[in-house]
């Protein structure tokens, strides 16, 4: 029997920090290591091109999350790994896609119109700003689904959106020609909740309070020193509710641990104490994949040919995908 097939993709639009692992790229790398599917995991190159206009940064945050779902033990023979920008054979479907697509589609994409609110809000015209790739992100999106016969689209909530899209394309598409394309569904990841940035907010790039995965051991300590704590004073009881330092201190530790913090909390630890505690069971948890992180970091040239190999993979799968939609608008001949 054919295997289910598996596909995501992570925009590399900054350095990779705890919540993209926690939240993406450790879900992505469980899921790889599962027999019974084929996965499919990809860098959105060409979509963070939306947002990220420096060749430096471009280049940058590419090798960024690829050396950083290596080094977390995505292992590229298992499955097919590549980056987007490799495998023209997408954005040949995406045109022929678009040609099927309806605009008031894209109108109601939630990032567009997101971004169409803020513009009146300010007064401004409803398209300042508005390039058309951001307009055509979830063409490009289905495309990279639809363009692998993809079963299964592993998404945080803020994606579920996009994979309908796609199947709302791909039956168009079928209305029109017969089952050529294949309908995905969508999969709500597990949720690992919230991780929490220095401030307590949301760990996000766009708040600026994120702790880099790989950033060196030094840094690393420093920052979680900078997290957000209250004035209860050293010797004082402190509560485990809401404390971002707690929660943190659970994601990385056993329940043993966990429980042994919470008990010091109660006894009453300095928030010193508490912090070089964290920091002990996050670097003991991220020291080695960190090696092999900058050592592929020094070398991107590895890299390469590891993409290279996967994106010659899933040429291989996406032509025969797009032969069959060639033969269906009657490319070629009828
Ligand atoms: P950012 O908010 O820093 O721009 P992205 O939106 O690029 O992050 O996040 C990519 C993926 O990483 C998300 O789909 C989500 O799965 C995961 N993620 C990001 N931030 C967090 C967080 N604070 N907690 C849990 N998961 C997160
Ligand atoms: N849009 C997704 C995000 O911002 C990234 C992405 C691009 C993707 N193409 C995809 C995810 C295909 C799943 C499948 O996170």
Not at 78 to 89: G, I, L
Request: aromatic fraction near 10%; include cysteine; glycine fraction near 6%.
């Amino acid at each position: 029997m054919a295997k289910n097939i598996v596909l995501t993709g992570i925009k590399p639009t900054g350095d990779p920090h705890l919540g993209n692992y926690l939240g993406a790229i450790a879900p992505a790398v469980e899921l790889s290591q599962s027999p019974d599917r084929d996965s499919y995991f990809f860098i959105a190159d060409y979509h963070a091109l939306t947002s990220i206009h420096s060749a430096k940064d471009f280049a940058h945050y590419s090798y960024q999350v690829a050396a950083t779902w290596l080094a977390s033990g995505l292992d590229p023979e298992k499955c097919v790994f590549y980056r987007q920008s490799d495998v023209p054979e997408i954005f040949e479907l995406s045109w022929i896609l678009s040609c099927f697509t309806q605009k008031g589609l894209m109108n109601r994409a939630h990032a567009y119109k997101a971004r169409v609110a803020e513009n009146e809000q300010k007064k401004e015209d409803p398209d300042h700003g508005i390039d058309m790739g951001l307009y055509c992100y979830p063409v490009l999106m289905a495309a990279d689904i639809l363009a692998f016969d993809t079963d299964i689209v592993p998404v945080g909530a803020d994606q579920v959106q996009h994979v309908e899209m796609t199947r709302d394309i791909a039956n168009r598409f079928n209305h029109r020609f017969g089952q050529v394309l294949k309908l995905p569904e969508y999969q709500l990841k597990e949720d690992v909740g919230v991780i929490e940035g220095l401030d307590g907010r949301k760990m996000s790039k766009s708040y600026q309070n994120t702790i880099p995965v790989f950033c060196p051991q030094k840094r690393l300590k420093k920052l979680i020193n900078k997290i957000k704590t209250d004035s209860t004073p050293p010797e004082e009881p402190k509560s485990t509710e809401g404390s971002t330092l707690y929660n943190l201190y659970k994601i990385f530790a056993t329940a043993e641990q966990t429980e042994n913090y919470a008990r010091q909390f109660q006894e009453g630890i300095s928030w010193g104490e508490a912090k070089a505690q964290l920091f002990e069971v996050v670097n003991a948890r991220l020291a080695e994949p960190r090696e092999k992180y900058d050592e592929m970091m020094a070398n991107p040239e590895v890299i390469d040919v590891v993409l290279k190999e996967g994106a010659r993979r899933a040429r291989e799968k996406a032509q025969v995908v797009l032969a069959r939609v060639h033969k269906a608008i009657g490319k070629g001949g009828v």
